[in-house]
């Protein structure tokens, strides 16, 4: 992986482990949405920050917010691979 994509490839992995934990939803919701609001923003701006230097496939799974897929990208598996 580039390493100029590590903090992208570290957001996408924070978002949808924050997405997956259920009992921290649970627990406090209000909080859950606060830490989703928070990564999805980050992401948000990381991607805007690397927007010149990413593939066209890369971009457009993130401008759609297809982050599983943009992972998945990073990684070297499925679409796009």
């Known amino acids: 992986m580039?390493?100029?994509f590590v903090t992208l490839h570290a957001l996408l992995r924070q978002r949808l482990?924050?997405?997956a934990d259920h009992s921290f939803r649970d627990r406090d919701?209000?909080?859950h949405l606060a830490?989703?609001?928070h990564v999805s923003e980050a992401l948000s701006a990381e991607h805007a920050r690397l927007k010149s230097q990413l593939?066209?496939?890369l971009n457009h799974f993130l401008s759609q917010s297809s982050f599983t897929k943009a992972?998945?990208?990073l990684e070297g598996k499925g679409e796009g691979h």
Do not use: K, M, V, W
């Open 35 to 37: 830490a989703l609001q």
């Open 55 to 57: 593939s066209a496939r």
């Open 17 to 19: 482990e924050t997405i």
């Open 2 to 4: 580039n390493p100029e």
């Open 71 to 73: 992972l998945d990208y």
């Open 29 to 31: 919701p209000a909080a």
